[in-house]
């Protein structure tokens, strides 16, 4: 029953390094999602894949970058980590458009 | 612009009352709306999804409406538990919008005092 997994589920960064966030999906689904939760504000979506090897562009993907080499794994990169990164980190992954299922997040600061 | 307004932004009520959230959508083609809940700390959970044809859904004392016409829905809660506190978060999926076509409201941030 594990789901959607994230890691690490907390994580301090120095401005200008580099981290991979980690979002694997044991239900077989096609669709993974990749959030950003900041306070007070809505989900925006980074970046979205519909299946292993095609990924794409969300709401606000600058500064990110990501990998769907498996169904099961989407990775998030940050390169360059800068203050306005910080913020929570929602994995998701469902089939088709159907229900989205979230992983627990990451809270990343950039100090 | 598709959109997604939530109202109120926050609500404190006491244990046992019941209580009704708003969503306003500008979303079209219209596809399915859902609520998700989020605990603190943890990510969205769906309670419910509403399509076009359907303008009640319940679930345990969570009860969903959707007036497609006005492009609103509610989720009342009845009989509030303390567990009931968290956000509440429409989600607005519009028609053949694929992966990136769903929208999020901010939520509505939900307190339950005992």
């Known amino acids: 029953n594990a789901g959607v997994t994230q890691t690490p589920k907390f994580r301090i960064l120095k401005i200008g390094q580099s981290m991979t966030l980690q979002c694997t999906q044991d239900?077989?689904?096609?669709?993974m999602y990749w959030y950003r939760q900041d306070p007070g504000m809505g989900l925006k979506l980074i970046y979205y894949?519909?299946?292993?090897?095609?990924?794409d562009k969300g709401e606000v993907p600058n500064g990110y970058n990501v990998s769907r080499s498996t169904t099961e794994d989407f990775p998030l990169r940050l390169e360059l980590a800068a203050p306005s990164q910080t913020s929570v980190y929602f994995c998701?992954?469902?089939?088709?458009?159907?229900?989205?299922?979230f992983g627990q997040g990451t809270r990343l600061t950039v100090v | 612009k598709n959109q997604v307004e939530q109202s109120p932004q926050s609500l404190i009520i006491l244990e046992g009352k019941n209580c009704t959230l708003q969503?306003?959508?500008?979303?079209?083609?219209?596809?399915?709306l859902r609520w998700y809940k989020q605990d603190t700390g943890r990510g969205p959970v769906s309670l419910t999804i509403?399509?076009?044809?359907?303008n009640t859904k319940s679930n345990r004392r969570y009860t969903a409406t959707l007036d497609a016409d006005t492009k609103q829905s509610s989720l009342h809660i009845t009989a509030s538990q303390l567990s009931d506190s968290a956000s509440y978060i429409c989600?607005?999926?519009?028609?053949?919008?694929?992966?990136?076509?769903?929208?999020f409201g901010k939520g509505t941030h939900l307190i339950i005092q005992p």
């Open positions: 969503c306003n959508y500008t979303v079209s083609p219209f596809s399915n």
């Open positions: 509403m399509t076009f044809s359907e």
């Open positions: 239900m077989n689904h096609n669709y």
């Open positions: 894949s519909v299946g292993a090897g095609i990924t």
């Open positions: 989600v607005v999926t519009n028609l053949g919008g694929g992966a990136d076509g769903l929208t």
């Open positions: 998701a992954s469902s089939y088709g458009t159907g229900e989205a299922f």
